[in-house]
């Protein structure tokens, strides 16, 4: 008997506390990605947020349900406190890792890339300026297509391993980056595995840049069918 495998649908956002503005002024669109998302189905939904603030998050999404929270430019209560509140979910579950991403910071490998490697970093340029020419700001809905884009989190990709290779033998500046950023996402997947039941059908919410290592790590596990989002983003 074929062993029915919990499904996963990673969805990939911005952090809407950036533009606050466009959160005030979509409502409407909010709410139109709220009712392409329910096609999914989801039995469970995951968000980016520490289980340091499950309690925190716990209490939010009770006053929401009970409408005495007014939801802030935060696209877990914007987005998923409404998901799971119309499909009569009872929570929604953190699955962020909290990681010391100060050793070295992103800007510093940055910074050693343009002193000791302007070539490479020239290069890294080139492809954020091709990501750059990807993207599309004008609504909520434009900005998940996107970011939601395998073109576009591959191209992603192609900048993280060209920052592998800032530094030299004996100092080791992009991995050194790279391991805290892997570190956090293998948790993040690890948090998402523990959560899975049979039959669950598991909506996660995260920033985009996380989506390539999640779709590997959850993929390579073959424990998950991961589903593609595209047909889930209202058009």
């Not at 799971?84 to 910074?111: C, G, K, R």
């Not at 391991?179 to 948090?191: F, G, P, S, T, V």
């Not at 999640?214 to 069918?225: K, P």
Request: avoid cysteine; glycine fraction near 4%; charged fraction near 25%.
């Amino acid at each position: 008997m074929a062993v029915i495998k919990p499904e996963i649908l990673l969805v990939g956002t911005f952090h809407m506390s950036m533009n606050p503005e466009m959160v005030n002024d979509q409502q409407q669109e909010i709410q139109e990605i709220i009712v392409s998302l329910k096609e999914f189905k989801p039995t469970k939904i995951a968000v980016e947020k520490s289980f340091l603030l499950e309690e925190e998050l716990d209490r939010k999404f009770k006053a929401f349900k009970n409408k005495t929270l007014t939801p802030t430019y935060d696209e877990v209560e914007q987005v998923a406190f409404r998901l799971a509140h119309e499909l009569e979910l009872p929570t929604v579950y953190p699955i962020d890792e909290i990681v010391d991403m100060s050793s070295p910071t992103l800007n510093e490998v940055f910074e050693w890339a343009k002193e000791h490697q302007p070539a490479l970093f020239k290069e890294i340029m080139e492809v954020q300026k091709g990501l750059k020419s990807m993207e599309n700001n004008e609504t909520i809905k434009t900005i998940l297509h996107y970011v939601n884009d395998p073109n576009y989190s591959t191209e992603l990709q192609r900048i993280y391993m060209k920052l592998a290779r800032v530094g030299d033998r004996q100092h080791q500046v992009g991995v050194q980056w790279l391991k805290q950023w892997h570190h956090r996402d293998l948790a993040i997947a690890a948090n998402i595995s523990r959560i899975a039941g049979k039959g669950d059908r598991i909506l996660v919410l995260i920033g985009g840049d996380h989506l390539h290592l999640l779709q590997q790590f959850l993929t390579d596990s073959g424990d998950f069918n991961v589903r593609s989002v595209q047909p889930y983003l209202p058009q």
